[in-house]
Protein backbone atom coordinates (compact mmCIF):
# COMPACT_ATOMS: atom_id res chain seq x y z
CA UNK A 1 0.00 0.00 0.00
CA UNK A 2 2.78 2.20 0.90
CA UNK A 3 3.97 1.77 -2.25
CA UNK A 4 1.56 2.07 -4.54
CA UNK A 5 0.67 5.37 -2.50
CA UNK A 6 4.69 6.33 -3.55
CA UNK A 7 4.22 5.83 -6.54
CA UNK A 8 0.93 7.66 -6.93
CA UNK A 9 2.66 10.51 -6.01
CA UNK A 10 5.33 10.42 -8.20
CA UNK A 11 2.56 10.20 -10.93
CA UNK A 12 1.22 13.33 -9.87
CA UNK A 13 4.32 15.42 -9.52
CA UNK A 14 4.96 14.55 -12.70
CA UNK A 15 1.98 15.52 -14.16
CA UNK A 16 2.50 18.91 -12.71
CA UNK A 17 5.75 19.77 -13.54
CA UNK A 18 4.28 19.30 -16.99
CA UNK A 19 1.89 22.30 -16.49
CA UNK A 20 -0.85 22.55 -18.63
CA UNK A 21 0.41 26.00 -19.42
CA UNK A 22 3.87 25.14 -20.05
CA UNK A 23 3.07 22.22 -22.35
CA UNK A 24 0.17 25.20 -24.62
CA UNK A 25 3.54 27.53 -24.72
CA UNK A 26 5.48 24.73 -26.41
CA UNK A 27 3.08 23.91 -28.22
CA UNK A 28 3.02 27.37 -29.47
CA UNK A 29 6.57 27.58 -30.32
CA UNK A 30 6.46 24.04 -32.07
CA UNK A 31 3.34 24.63 -34.43
CA UNK A 32 5.56 27.84 -35.63
CA UNK A 33 8.65 26.47 -36.15
CA UNK A 34 6.67 22.94 -37.93
CA UNK A 35 5.06 25.51 -40.13
CA UNK A 36 8.34 27.05 -40.67
CA UNK A 37 10.19 23.83 -42.21
CA UNK A 38 7.27 22.47 -43.92
CA UNK A 39 5.18 24.85 -45.31
CA UNK A 40 6.75 25.17 -48.75
CA UNK A 41 6.90 21.12 -49.54
CA UNK A 42 3.77 21.13 -47.82
CA UNK A 43 1.73 23.39 -50.34
CA UNK A 44 3.69 22.27 -53.33
CA UNK A 45 2.22 18.70 -52.02
CA UNK A 46 -1.30 20.28 -51.82
CA UNK A 47 -1.01 22.01 -55.16
CA UNK A 48 0.05 18.85 -56.85
CA UNK A 49 -3.30 16.98 -55.16
CA UNK A 50 -5.76 19.14 -56.27
CA UNK A 51 -5.16 17.86 -59.74
CA UNK A 52 -5.57 14.48 -58.89
CA UNK A 53 -8.96 12.41 -59.37
CA UNK A 54 -9.94 9.73 -56.84
CA UNK A 55 -9.24 5.80 -56.99
CA UNK A 56 -11.11 3.53 -54.38
CA UNK A 57 -11.29 0.14 -54.11
CA UNK A 58 -13.74 0.15 -57.08
CA UNK A 59 -11.44 0.81 -59.47
CA UNK A 60 -8.96 -2.37 -59.06
CA UNK A 61 -10.54 -5.87 -58.56
CA UNK A 62 -9.19 -9.13 -58.08
CA UNK A 63 -10.66 -12.82 -57.99
CA UNK A 64 -9.09 -13.31 -54.38
CA UNK A 65 -11.54 -11.32 -52.60
CA UNK A 66 -14.43 -13.21 -51.61
CA UNK A 67 -16.31 -9.71 -51.09
CA UNK A 68 -17.52 -7.34 -54.26
CA UNK A 69 -16.44 -3.95 -55.75
CA UNK A 70 -17.58 -2.15 -53.16
CA UNK A 71 -15.00 -4.48 -50.43
CA UNK A 72 -11.61 -3.23 -49.42
CA UNK A 73 -9.12 -6.56 -49.76
CA UNK A 74 -5.35 -7.08 -49.19
CA UNK A 75 -3.57 -10.83 -49.01
CA UNK A 76 -1.59 -10.95 -45.65
CA UNK A 77 1.86 -9.55 -45.81
CA UNK A 78 3.93 -12.44 -44.82
CA UNK A 79 2.18 -15.66 -46.57
CA UNK A 80 3.80 -16.97 -49.58
CA UNK A 81 3.27 -20.25 -52.03
CA UNK A 82 4.53 -23.42 -50.46
CA UNK A 83 7.66 -24.68 -52.64
CA UNK A 84 6.16 -28.25 -51.73
CA UNK A 85 2.69 -27.52 -52.89
CA UNK A 86 2.08 -24.63 -55.01
CA UNK A 87 -1.27 -24.74 -55.37
CA UNK A 88 -2.43 -25.51 -52.22
CA UNK A 89 -2.62 -23.01 -48.63
CA UNK A 90 0.05 -20.20 -48.41
CA UNK A 91 2.93 -20.74 -45.54
CA UNK A 92 4.02 -18.11 -43.40
CA UNK A 93 7.36 -16.09 -43.55
CA UNK A 94 7.10 -13.65 -40.73
CA UNK A 95 8.35 -10.55 -41.67
CA UNK A 96 9.09 -11.39 -45.55
CA UNK A 97 6.22 -9.28 -47.53
CA UNK A 98 5.13 -11.01 -50.74
CA UNK A 99 5.66 -9.28 -53.84
CA UNK A 100 3.08 -10.53 -55.85
CA UNK A 101 0.21 -9.87 -53.06
CA UNK A 102 -3.01 -7.96 -54.48
CA UNK A 103 -2.20 -3.79 -52.75
CA UNK A 104 -4.03 -2.12 -55.16
CA UNK A 105 -7.06 -1.50 -52.64
CA UNK A 106 -4.15 -0.60 -49.82
CA UNK A 107 -1.99 1.65 -52.77
CA UNK A 108 -5.33 3.29 -52.84
CA UNK A 109 -6.21 3.84 -49.40
CA UNK A 110 -2.34 5.07 -48.45
CA UNK A 111 -2.93 7.74 -51.45
CA UNK A 112 -6.29 8.80 -50.56
CA UNK A 113 -4.59 9.65 -47.16
CA UNK A 114 -2.12 11.15 -48.44
CA UNK A 115 -4.11 13.59 -50.63
CA UNK A 116 -6.78 14.66 -47.69
CA UNK A 117 -3.33 14.91 -45.53
CA UNK A 118 -1.78 17.43 -47.63
CA UNK A 119 -5.24 19.37 -48.91
CA UNK A 120 -6.20 19.56 -45.50
CA UNK A 121 -2.70 20.46 -44.18
CA UNK A 122 -2.59 23.24 -46.77
CA UNK A 123 -6.07 24.41 -45.52
CA UNK A 124 -4.64 24.78 -42.12
CA UNK A 125 -1.91 26.99 -42.89
CA UNK A 126 -3.53 29.42 -45.81
CA UNK A 127 -7.19 28.95 -44.89
CA UNK A 128 -7.99 28.44 -48.51
CA UNK A 129 -11.30 27.07 -49.38
CA UNK A 130 -9.57 25.71 -53.08
CA UNK A 131 -7.79 23.17 -50.65
CA UNK A 132 -11.20 22.06 -49.26
CA UNK A 133 -13.28 21.91 -52.24
CA UNK A 134 -10.36 19.28 -53.59
CA UNK A 135 -10.36 17.29 -50.59
CA UNK A 136 -14.31 16.77 -50.55
CA UNK A 137 -14.49 15.51 -54.13
CA UNK A 138 -11.99 12.34 -52.57
CA UNK A 139 -14.58 11.97 -49.23
CA UNK A 140 -17.47 11.75 -51.28
CA UNK A 141 -16.04 9.17 -53.87
CA UNK A 142 -14.87 7.26 -50.90
CA UNK A 143 -17.83 7.13 -48.54
CA UNK A 144 -20.89 9.03 -50.27
CA UNK A 145 -20.71 8.12 -54.62
CA UNK A 146 -22.35 5.09 -55.11
CA UNK A 147 -20.85 3.88 -57.80
CA UNK A 148 -17.13 4.07 -55.96
CA UNK A 149 -17.76 4.23 -52.39
CA UNK A 150 -16.13 1.88 -49.60
CA UNK A 151 -18.08 -0.65 -47.47
CA UNK A 152 -17.55 0.36 -43.68
CA UNK A 153 -16.13 -2.89 -42.88
CA UNK A 154 -12.59 -4.76 -43.37
CA UNK A 155 -14.57 -8.43 -44.47
CA UNK A 156 -11.72 -9.38 -46.69
CA UNK A 157 -8.19 -7.58 -45.29
CA UNK A 158 -5.46 -9.49 -45.14
CA UNK A 159 -6.96 -12.76 -46.51
CA UNK A 160 -4.54 -16.20 -46.91
CA UNK A 161 -4.90 -18.16 -50.01
CA UNK A 162 -6.67 -21.45 -49.10
CA UNK A 163 -7.29 -20.61 -45.72
CA UNK A 164 -9.50 -18.02 -44.74
CA UNK A 165 -10.95 -14.97 -46.81
CA UNK A 166 -10.18 -12.22 -44.42
CA UNK A 167 -8.83 -11.99 -40.60
CA UNK A 168 -9.00 -9.48 -37.61
CA UNK A 169 -5.29 -8.95 -38.29
CA UNK A 170 -6.60 -6.70 -41.18
CA UNK A 171 -8.11 -4.07 -39.72
CA UNK A 172 -4.90 -2.90 -38.95
CA UNK A 173 -5.13 -1.54 -43.00
CA UNK A 174 -7.83 0.82 -41.75
CA UNK A 175 -5.19 3.02 -39.59
CA UNK A 176 -4.54 4.44 -43.31
CA UNK A 177 -7.55 6.25 -42.24
CA UNK A 178 -6.38 8.36 -39.29
CA UNK A 179 -5.22 11.49 -40.83
CA UNK A 180 -8.27 11.47 -43.23
CA UNK A 181 -10.71 11.71 -40.12
CA UNK A 182 -8.27 14.27 -38.26
CA UNK A 183 -8.29 16.03 -42.28
CA UNK A 184 -12.23 16.14 -42.38
CA UNK A 185 -11.91 17.43 -38.65
CA UNK A 186 -9.65 20.38 -39.89
CA UNK A 187 -11.77 21.51 -42.37
CA UNK A 188 -15.27 20.24 -41.27
CA UNK A 189 -16.48 24.50 -40.81
CA UNK A 190 -14.97 25.74 -43.59
CA UNK A 191 -17.49 27.32 -46.17
CA UNK A 192 -17.51 24.98 -48.66
CA UNK A 193 -18.42 22.19 -47.01
CA UNK A 194 -21.81 20.88 -47.35
CA UNK A 195 -23.29 20.00 -44.42
CA UNK A 196 -25.44 17.20 -45.28
CA UNK A 197 -22.28 16.00 -47.35
CA UNK A 198 -20.48 16.01 -44.27
CA UNK A 199 -23.08 13.77 -42.07
CA UNK A 200 -22.89 11.41 -44.61
CA UNK A 201 -19.69 11.20 -44.43
CA UNK A 202 -19.66 11.32 -40.42
CA UNK A 203 -22.11 8.76 -40.66
CA UNK A 204 -19.57 5.91 -43.28
CA UNK A 205 -17.55 6.30 -39.75
CA UNK A 206 -20.72 5.71 -37.14
CA UNK A 207 -21.65 2.57 -39.14
CA UNK A 208 -17.11 1.51 -38.99
CA UNK A 209 -17.65 2.05 -35.44
CA UNK A 210 -20.43 0.13 -34.98
CA UNK A 211 -19.02 -2.95 -36.74
CA UNK A 212 -15.48 -2.55 -35.71
CA UNK A 213 -16.39 -2.69 -32.05
CA UNK A 214 -19.07 -5.67 -32.67
CA UNK A 215 -18.04 -7.89 -35.27
CA UNK A 216 -15.68 -10.98 -34.01
CA UNK A 217 -13.34 -9.53 -36.33
CA UNK A 218 -12.66 -5.97 -34.09
CA UNK A 219 -13.34 -7.40 -30.94
CA UNK A 220 -10.11 -10.39 -31.59
CA UNK A 221 -7.95 -7.12 -33.23
CA UNK A 222 -8.86 -5.38 -29.81
CA UNK A 223 -7.67 -7.92 -27.64
CA UNK A 224 -4.38 -8.42 -29.94
CA UNK A 225 -1.18 -7.63 -27.30
CA UNK A 226 0.69 -5.84 -29.40
CA UNK A 227 0.75 -3.43 -32.07
CA UNK A 228 -2.37 -4.40 -33.68
CA UNK A 229 -4.34 -3.67 -29.79
CA UNK A 230 -2.31 -0.05 -30.39
CA UNK A 231 -3.80 0.48 -33.91
CA UNK A 232 -7.08 -0.61 -33.02
CA UNK A 233 -7.38 2.04 -30.50
CA UNK A 234 -6.01 4.29 -32.69
CA UNK A 235 -8.72 3.91 -35.61
CA UNK A 236 -11.41 3.99 -32.82
CA UNK A 237 -10.51 6.75 -31.30
CA UNK A 238 -9.93 9.24 -34.31
CA UNK A 239 -13.32 7.96 -35.98
CA UNK A 240 -14.86 8.21 -32.19
CA UNK A 241 -13.17 11.74 -31.88
CA UNK A 242 -14.50 12.86 -35.24
CA UNK A 243 -18.08 11.33 -35.00
CA UNK A 244 -18.38 12.93 -31.37
CA UNK A 245 -18.89 9.35 -29.46
CA UNK A 246 -18.03 9.73 -25.99
CA UNK A 247 -18.10 6.47 -25.05
CA UNK A 248 -15.83 5.16 -27.10
CA UNK A 249 -13.26 7.68 -26.28
CA UNK A 250 -14.15 7.12 -22.48
CA UNK A 251 -13.47 3.40 -23.29
CA UNK A 252 -9.90 3.35 -25.25
CA UNK A 253 -8.27 6.25 -22.67
CA UNK A 254 -9.49 3.55 -19.70
CA UNK A 255 -8.37 0.49 -22.24
CA UNK A 256 -4.91 2.24 -22.50
CA UNK A 257 -4.79 2.81 -19.06
CA UNK A 258 -5.61 -0.75 -17.93
CA UNK A 259 -4.66 -3.04 -20.90
CA UNK A 260 -2.03 -1.57 -23.39
CA UNK A 261 0.44 0.34 -21.24
CA UNK A 262 0.44 -2.70 -18.99
CA UNK A 263 0.78 -5.60 -21.42
CA UNK A 264 3.22 -3.32 -23.65
CA UNK A 265 5.39 -1.14 -21.55
CA UNK A 266 8.40 -3.37 -19.88
CA UNK A 267 10.15 -1.68 -16.74
CA UNK A 268 12.73 -0.45 -18.90
CA UNK A 269 10.50 1.34 -21.14
CA UNK A 270 11.28 -1.51 -24.28
CA UNK A 271 8.52 -2.67 -26.24
CA UNK A 272 9.07 -6.77 -25.62
CA UNK A 273 6.05 -7.78 -27.63
CA UNK A 274 7.80 -5.75 -30.81
CA UNK A 275 11.15 -6.82 -30.18
CA UNK A 276 10.24 -10.58 -30.15
CA UNK A 277 9.06 -9.91 -33.85
CA UNK A 278 11.61 -10.41 -37.50
CA UNK A 279 11.61 -6.17 -37.58
CA UNK A 280 12.39 -5.43 -34.23
CA UNK A 281 13.44 -2.14 -34.62
CA UNK A 282 10.30 -0.99 -37.46
CA UNK A 283 7.99 -2.64 -35.36
CA UNK A 284 9.26 -0.50 -32.05
CA UNK A 285 8.92 2.61 -33.86
CA UNK A 286 5.87 1.88 -35.76
CA UNK A 287 3.81 0.84 -31.97
CA UNK A 288 5.61 3.72 -30.72
CA UNK A 289 4.20 6.45 -33.20
CA UNK A 290 1.07 4.59 -32.63
CA UNK A 291 1.02 5.20 -28.73
CA UNK A 292 2.17 8.39 -28.83
CA UNK A 293 -0.53 9.23 -31.27
CA UNK A 294 -3.20 7.66 -29.14
CA UNK A 295 -1.95 9.56 -26.28
CA UNK A 296 -2.57 13.05 -28.41
CA UNK A 297 -5.92 12.18 -29.10
CA UNK A 298 -7.53 10.63 -25.99
CA UNK A 299 -5.48 13.24 -23.47
CA UNK A 300 -7.68 15.70 -21.81
CA UNK A 301 -6.69 18.50 -19.51
CA UNK A 302 -7.55 16.12 -16.72
CA UNK A 303 -6.52 12.75 -17.90
CA UNK A 304 -3.13 13.01 -19.81
CA UNK A 305 -2.07 9.81 -21.39
CA UNK A 306 1.55 11.56 -21.80
CA UNK A 307 2.13 11.55 -17.99
CA UNK A 308 -0.01 8.47 -16.61
CA UNK A 309 2.00 6.67 -14.60
CA UNK A 310 1.55 2.76 -13.66
CA UNK A 311 1.68 2.33 -10.22
CA UNK A 312 4.79 0.55 -10.74
CA UNK A 313 6.11 3.83 -11.98
CA UNK A 314 5.89 2.68 -15.93
CA UNK A 315 4.74 5.40 -18.57
CA UNK A 316 5.15 6.35 -22.14
CA UNK A 317 7.82 9.17 -21.45
CA UNK A 318 10.34 5.73 -20.01
CA UNK A 319 9.43 4.07 -23.17
CA UNK A 320 9.98 7.28 -25.51
CA UNK A 321 13.22 7.60 -23.28
CA UNK A 322 14.33 4.01 -24.23
CA UNK A 323 14.18 4.40 -28.09
CA UNK A 324 15.26 8.03 -28.35
CA UNK A 325 19.27 7.18 -28.46
CA UNK A 326 18.76 4.20 -31.09
CA UNK A 327 16.73 6.95 -33.42
CA UNK A 328 19.16 9.66 -32.83
CA UNK A 329 22.06 6.68 -33.85
CA UNK A 330 20.54 3.19 -35.35
CA UNK A 331 24.45 1.98 -34.45
CA UNK A 332 24.00 1.20 -31.39
CA UNK A 333 20.91 -0.63 -31.34
CA UNK A 334 21.09 -3.62 -29.71
CA UNK A 335 18.61 -6.31 -31.17
CA UNK A 336 19.04 -8.07 -34.54
CA UNK A 337 18.54 -6.16 -37.51
CA UNK A 338 15.00 -5.93 -39.35
CA UNK A 339 15.48 -9.03 -41.83
CA UNK A 340 13.69 -6.02 -44.37
CA UNK A 341 13.61 -2.71 -45.20
CA UNK A 342 16.60 -1.61 -42.48
CA UNK A 343 18.38 1.18 -43.91
CA UNK A 344 14.90 2.91 -44.90
CA UNK A 345 14.07 3.72 -41.08
CA UNK A 346 14.23 5.67 -39.24
CA UNK A 347 12.38 9.01 -40.79
CA UNK A 348 10.58 11.71 -38.93
CA UNK A 349 9.09 9.48 -36.72
CA UNK A 350 6.00 10.70 -35.42
CA UNK A 351 6.17 10.03 -31.90
CA UNK A 352 9.58 12.76 -32.03
CA UNK A 353 7.08 15.41 -32.44
CA UNK A 354 4.31 14.49 -30.69
CA UNK A 355 7.24 14.05 -27.79
CA UNK A 356 8.40 17.50 -28.35
CA UNK A 357 4.59 18.98 -28.27
CA UNK A 358 4.43 17.48 -24.55
CA UNK A 359 7.57 17.37 -22.65
CA UNK A 360 10.39 20.48 -22.65
CA UNK A 361 13.02 18.35 -24.35
CA UNK A 362 14.90 19.80 -27.19
CA UNK A 363 16.39 16.70 -28.29
CA UNK A 364 12.95 15.49 -29.60
CA UNK A 365 12.48 18.36 -31.91
CA UNK A 366 16.60 18.84 -33.16
CA UNK A 367 15.97 14.32 -33.89
CA UNK A 368 12.67 14.65 -35.88
CA UNK A 369 14.11 18.05 -37.57
CA UNK A 370 16.86 16.25 -39.16
CA UNK A 371 15.34 13.02 -40.67
CA UNK A 372 13.62 12.49 -43.29
CA UNK A 373 9.91 14.53 -43.54
CA UNK A 374 8.87 13.06 -46.82
CA UNK A 375 9.70 9.94 -47.62
CA UNK A 376 8.88 7.67 -50.65
CA UNK A 377 9.83 4.33 -49.75
CA UNK A 378 5.94 1.73 -49.59
CA UNK A 379 6.99 -0.40 -47.12
CA UNK A 380 7.92 2.96 -44.68
CA UNK A 381 4.41 5.12 -45.98
CA UNK A 382 2.98 1.55 -45.05
CA UNK A 383 3.59 1.95 -41.39
CA UNK A 384 3.85 5.71 -41.38
CA UNK A 385 -0.15 6.38 -41.17
CA UNK A 386 0.61 9.58 -39.23
CA UNK A 387 2.45 11.71 -42.08
CA UNK A 388 1.37 15.49 -41.54
CA UNK A 389 2.40 16.71 -38.32
CA UNK A 390 0.44 20.46 -39.46
CA UNK A 391 -3.06 18.42 -38.84
CA UNK A 392 -1.58 17.66 -35.36
CA UNK A 393 -0.78 21.29 -33.94
CA UNK A 394 -4.09 22.10 -32.75
CA UNK A 395 -6.67 19.73 -32.43
Known amino acids: MIQSNYTKLVSMIFAISISVASVAQNQVAISKQVIAILKDRVIKAADSSILLSPITVTANKTDRSAGGIHDFYSDGDYWWPNPADVNGP ?15 HR ?7 QIVGNLASAYAITHQERYVKAAMVHLKAWFINDSTYMNPSLLY ?32 NAKSVNQEELKKIKYWFTQYLNWVTTHPYGVEEREAKNNHGTCWILQVAIFAKLTGDQALLDYCSNRVKTVIYPNQLAQDGSLPLELKRTKPYGYSLFDLDALTAVAKILSTKSDNLFTYTLPDGRNLIKTIEYLVPFVMDKSTWTFPKDVMYWDEWPVAQPFLFFAAQQYNDKKYFTTWERLEHFPTNGEVLRNLPIRNPILWLDK
Open 90 to 104: YIQKDGQSNPNNFNA
Open 107 to 113: LAMIRFS
Open 157 to 188: AQAIKGKVTGRSTGLIDMIQLTEVAQGIRIME
